[in-house]
């Protein structure tokens, strides 16, 4: 919606519309001298004090870095992912490897999405955010099962199977089959070259190359969040940057707290039941990848 002022406006403004908590309202305030203000109204922010003399991008830009922060606060399924990576990571080297690739390729696909280079099918991206949390779990728990063949054979089939389905009931449509197929080679190559990487330097650059396949769909998933705040075409560049950014101070605060917490747990194990305790946490972040993906890929809204 545009709307023109005759009138000099008021100092601020408080917007008293319904919020759905999880949504954020895009506002942009032009002068006549060519100063301009930006918003972002949500449920915990309704107030928007626009001054003349303090009119300038820079409160927009850490609107949308509060924005990205509170994005990964929020995400369940973003923390689940980086929980899973975390617990994959025998070394704090591979954690380095594979935060960066996750970085590098939420941060590529995030922009070029943004940027309207690409548009992404919202609803298949966020399937699919599921089914990484799913691989990466299941990647880790082939590094101790012997029927690791099976296990592999069985994950790969699982975005077939449901690709299959959907497009059966027309719930997807064509190209999206494609994604579902594409992903079920990927995840059975993944699964099964996996097996073959045996020294610890090879399987930390592994995880960072994976990661950062894995950055680029969650990227797509962070691009639509943004993208729904209803942005101007005409100037991307600040809330793309302020997001991005917020993305990642979330991400580092999100995984200093995930370690800290990882490294007090384990302090109170015996070494024997370590083990144990990451199968079986590996195994619930499956299920959870499992059920999203699931959810999202039939369009089931909870």
Known sequence: MIFQCENSPPDFMI??????PSHLHYSRLSFEDGNISENLFQSKRTEWSFKKESASQSSGFFGFVFAGIE??????????FLLAVLLASKHWKEVLLSITGFTLGHSFTLSIATLNKIKPDTSGIEAFIGLTILIVAAKSVLGVEKSRNQISFWVASVPLIVGWIVWSLQIRETHILFAYIGMSFFTFCYLSFNRYITDSKSKGLY??????AFGMVHGFGFAGFLLETGLDRDHLLIPLLGFNLGVEIGQLILISLVLGMIWCLFRKIKPKFKERVILSLLFLLATLGTYWFFQRSFQVHS
């Open 207 to 212: 995880l960072g190359i994976t990661t950062l």
């Open 71 to 80: 994005h990964i606060g929020t995400g369940i399924d973003h923390i689940v």
């Open 15 to 20: 917007y008293t519309g319904f919020y759905a």
